[in-house]
């Protein structure tokens, strides 16, 4: 099966979770929209979005397409690909426990994405930059430190997981771990660095999942797409006192 | 089996999401924060977070006890009930339509909370009220029609549906649909009839939700809880101009 993944090009987003589980599972798949235009582009994004000739379309972006399958929702795409590339346990149990992890996480992430935009998506910073110190302040203080204690007891539960945060072998919600803390690390660099002290089960992951050939060979190469002020992870100083 | 529901007293909030499904598939289950304090009770709700004996821990209410099992995360508790209490069609990509969508609700869900708490949850509204007026006007004329436009679009494609969003028969789906219109027409009395002249086929769902036998029972019923001040869908008059 080769896979077609569709999101925003030029941002990491919500797109770089299901990105890393493609890499980490060894699939094949083309990242339609980076492609040029005469084989994706943009307007292959858009087409599933807007084409009312398109059945169950999704809402917004990050979707994928399996044959005939349009799956769409971050956490809905690694629920269906964790089984099919060997990163998620077998058992019913751990499975659902994977997607609650997963369904944690991406609350985090839209608090994130919020915490630059407070009032409205659809306007610049700029234009809500007082609103959004203020929530900042928060997120750093106070949520910040709540989900990534709560993320550092459950590796610390998983007493015989060898740093991984279910069972003993990576997973689709380590590499979505990985990927919060490195945004988390390019956007608030100065609390992140205080907050890592407490958090040495976080870091060791890091590194654990950033050792796995398929992810390292992933991070040396050009699809891995860096962060910027375009995406969820937005480093604006003013924002990390 | 029977299920051991437990979410906040005193509000509908997420919990109800759980509470429709639960009604509506004629499960046998426990309302456990609503019992008197020796049969359950806020502390029982309590334990499963905080007490570290407790393996799996959820990050929040509400969760699922299904015999060993422990779920957390909305979506995940229905994505785990619905084939069991017939809320969901057999086939897999139906399944992955019904959690996309149910993913899709919750993040609608998550932008009215925020609505009224833009900078932080740990916030007392007054003390946002000046964000949260600017976000609600954000909320009514941008969000809502887009999210209400999408959904109606969904039960429009779903031609052969008899009304239904996904197949031809109640799903866990339309249960949480009818819950976020209802919260909704609670929260934003004005911008919501504004809107519900182009959502014909929201408007019939509705109805078509609360005349199921079950449901109309149960919403009859002191089980159900009222919208208030204190929940995710909260009637400040202020932000519905």
């Keep these: 099966m080769r896979y077609q993944l569709y999101y925003w090009p030029g941002i990491p987003g ?5 990105r890393l589980a493609l890499e980490a599972g060894g699939a094949k798949y083309d990242d339609v929209a980076r492609l040029p235009n005469r084989e994706g582009g943009v307007s292959a994004l858009m087409h599933f979005m807007e084409d009312e000739r398109v059945k169950r379309r999704p809402f917004a972006p990050p979707y994928l397409k399996a044959g005939r399958l349009l799956i769409g929702q971050t956490a809905n795409i690694l629920l269906f690909l964790g089984p099919r590339l060997g990163l998620v346990p077998d058992d019913e ?135 910027n002020e375009q995406g969820i992870f937005r480093h604006y100083p003013e924002l990390d006192v």
């Design 93 to 227: 149990a751990s499975r659902l426990w994977a997607h609650q992890l997963q369904l944690t996480i991406a609350d985090l992430v839209t608090e994130v994405h919020d915490t630059h935009h407070p009032i409205a998506s659809s306007l610049y910073y700029e234009d809500q930059k007082r609103e959004a110190k203020r929530r900042a302040k928060h997120l750093v203080s106070e949520r910040l430190p709540k989900y990534l204690g709560y993320f550092e007891g459950v590796i610390a539960d998983n007493a015989r997981g060898k740093g991984f945060m279910i069972g003993n072998a990576l997973s689709y919600v380590d590499l979505s771990m990985f990927q919060l803390l490195a945004g988390l690390q390019y956007a608030f660099p100065n609390n992140v660095a205080k907050l890592a002290k407490r958090l040495p089960r976080l870091a060791a992951l890091q590194d654990l999942v950033a050792e796995q050939p398929r992810i390292a060979a992933y991070l040396a190469s050009d699809r891995r797409l860096p962060f």
């Design 14 to 18: 919500r797109g770089e979770f299901v």
